[in-house]
């Protein structure tokens, strides 16, 4: 019976370092994925972070065009649109008909 015991308990303790060596391997192999995650979402973040400086300056860029366009805007108020300015045209070609005759 001792000997049946003392394989038994070889047989477990080799059980045991190969049970111990598959935990390690599956141990590596986790951290290398979880890794290579990580590495994952640092490179997501920088495309977030370069995004976001991107965002920020096309938001001044648009400011400053809203602000030409609104001086623009303005500057137009005061000009004689193209409708306007051919009927002046047409009365100025009649009233320097008409001193041509007299």
């Known amino acids: 019976m001792a000997k049946e015991q003392i394989d038994i308990e070889k047989l477990l303790k080799v059980q045991r370092q190969e049970y111990q060596r598959y ?12 890794k290579v995650i990580g590495e994952g979402i640092g490179g997501i973040l920088e495309i977030g972070r370069n995004t976001q400086e991107m965002v920020a300056k096309n938001s001044v860029d648009i400011e400053v065009i809203k602000s030409d366009i609104s001086f623009i805007k303005s500057e137009l108020k005061g000009k004689v649109d193209q409708d306007q300015f051919t009927a002046l045209e047409k009365r100025v070609i009649f009233l320097e008909n008409k001193l041509k005759r007299v």
């Not at 935990?23 to 979880?34: A, H, P, R, V």
């Open 23 to 34: 935990l390690k391997i599956l141990s590596e192999d986790f951290n290398s994925k979880l």
